[in-house]
């Protein structure tokens, strides 16, 4: 396991240097620029949501991670509203978002940096975007790690149940169910929670913004816990039920696929009780296919699919961060994030193999080609 772990990490470093290389090309054709945003704002063009501020594309960090975008070599000319500005206050933005340096050099200052984790400042906060992140990760951690427990200790209970009851009333009843809440869009569930439960035009059980109350720094320990809980519920359940629905299927499947094998059937010839059969000889083939799926249900339930929700309960996370900058053209914080995202994903399928042979011991990974 040691050869294959050390194969598996030096892996990793051409993967995470190809996704940046190959998003970092692609910013480099993507219209719209810090410096046009600066001179957008300059002339009084900068109105509907920055996002429509075209021109050189930019990657990259400002002048304190000495990192640029794309458009380093560009005049005034270049730059569309830049008409009528010194060319010299030109350069000088250039200079300071660092798009003064060709292409290839930025992205190696870029990754440089990025090895002793060093992702500069903001373009447009005078933050750096490390501590940006660290501000807005509470929000996605808490999101993540609840969305994430709560998907797999629901679904999988439930999954066992509907393959034990296959075909049976309750398999039916609850597949319906289950399909009903996927077919919803999970923000459309966040509205009508918002309308039904904090509010809205019913009742105000829970909070409809924040991840605490404004007095939440007086309350006790136990008030606290409350607290946060209660203004969790409504996000959660928003994210989640989409969530249960393709886990428990794929529960629900991969249990069907086992109980129907020789070995089930040699087992219960045996004399073994049924709960012993499933728990004790199903579960863990089973639940291979389960574990092969947790990498990205890791990732999505942190740094995906929570931008709508976050939005609709005033939850400042990673989501809303991520899609601002973008927006923004903020590409110190999109280059961090999508780094941050990358090496954690990566680290999580290294993880999860792990528990592979935790589940089953049986699988060498040493004998396996990477």
């Known amino acids: 396991m040691g050869a294959y772990l050390l194969k598996r990490i030096l892996l990793m470093i051409p993967t995470l240097f190809g996704i940046m290389l190959i998003s970092f090309t692609i910013i480099q054709f993507a219209p719209g620029g810090p410096v046009e945003r600066v001179i957008a704002q300059l002339t009084g063009t900068d109105s509907s949501a920055t996002a429509r501020i075209g021109g050189g594309g930019g990657d990259g960090m400002g002048a304190g991670a000495q990192q640029g975008g794309g458009g380093g070599d560009a005049t005034s000319s270049r730059y569309r509203g830049a008409q009528g500005l010194d060319p010299e206050f030109i350069k000088q933005l250039e200079r300071q ?64 149940r509907k393959a034990v009851h296959d075909g049976e009333r309750f398999d039916t009843w609850t597949s319906g169910l289950l399909v009903i809440g996927y077919a919803i869009p999970g923000f459309l569930i966040a509205v009508l929670l918002l309308i039904l439960f904090a509010g809205g ?107 709508l929700i976050e939005t609709i309960f005033s939850l400042d996370g990673l989501g809303l961060l991520s899609f601002e900058s973008i927006i923004n053209r903020d590409y110190p914080v999109v280059f961090a994030t999508l780094f941050i995202f990358s090496l954690l994903g990566l680290v999580v399928n290294l993880v999860s193999d792990f528990v592979y042979t935790l589940v089953d011991p049986r699988i060498d990974f040493e004998s396996r080609e990477v």
Do not use: C
């Open 97 to 160: 978002f660092g798009f003064d340096k060709p292409a290839h050099e930025r992205f190696f200052i870029m990754m440089k940096s990025y090895l002793t984790f060093d992702f500069g400042k903001s373009y447009f906060r005078d933050i750096s975007v490390l501590q940006l992140i660290k501000e807005k990760l509470p929000v996605s951690i808490s999101l993540g790690v609840w969305m994430l427990l709560l998907t797999y200790l629901i679904s999988i209970p439930l999954g066992i």
């Open 201 to 307: 035009s019913f009742v105000q059980w829970f909070p409809s913004r924040g991840l605490t109350s404004d007095h939440w720094a007086q309350l006790s320990i136990w008030g606290k816990i409350i607290d946060y809980f209660w203004h969790l519920t409504l996000p959660l359940i928003a994210l989640a039920l989409g969530a249960f629905t393709t886990m428990a299927f794929l529960t629900k499947n991969s249990f069907l696929d086992e109980i129907r094998k020789q070995y089930v059937m040699t087992a219960r010839a045996k004399g073994l009780a049924e709960r012993q059969v499933l728990y004790g000889h199903v579960f863990r083939n089973a639940m291979l296919l389960i574990i092969a799926g947790f990498p990205g249900a890791f990732i999505g339930a942190f740094f995906s699919g929570a931008l």
